[in-house]
């Protein structure tokens, strides 16, 4: 599989919506996902730190698990 399929930001196809910015999303108000919520709780017991709350935005959830990656290296 070649990288712009494990990370849609480096898709480099112009125009392209799948490395749309999290505050764009449509549905980025509504409730984080259960796989984002179960993927933060283990990105934060690797980092060190409390889980957020469950009532994080799916756009919120979405930015803190792109920093959280950065912070360990993914």
Do not use: F
């Not at 999290?22 to 549905?27: C, E, F, L, N």
């Not at 792109?66 to 993914?74: F, M």
């Amino acid at each position: 599989m070649s990288d712009t399929h494990e990370n849609p930001k480096l898709d480099p196809t112009p125009g392209s919506n799948t490395a749309k910015d999290p505050d764009d999303w449509v549905s980025g108000d509504e409730p984080m996902t259960g796989a984002q919520a179960s993927y933060l709780t283990t990105l934060c017991e690797e980092a060190h730190i409390e889980p957020p709350p469950g009532t994080m935005t799916k756009a919120d959830a979405s930015k803190m698990i792109d920093d959280l990656k950065a912070k360990l290296g993914r």
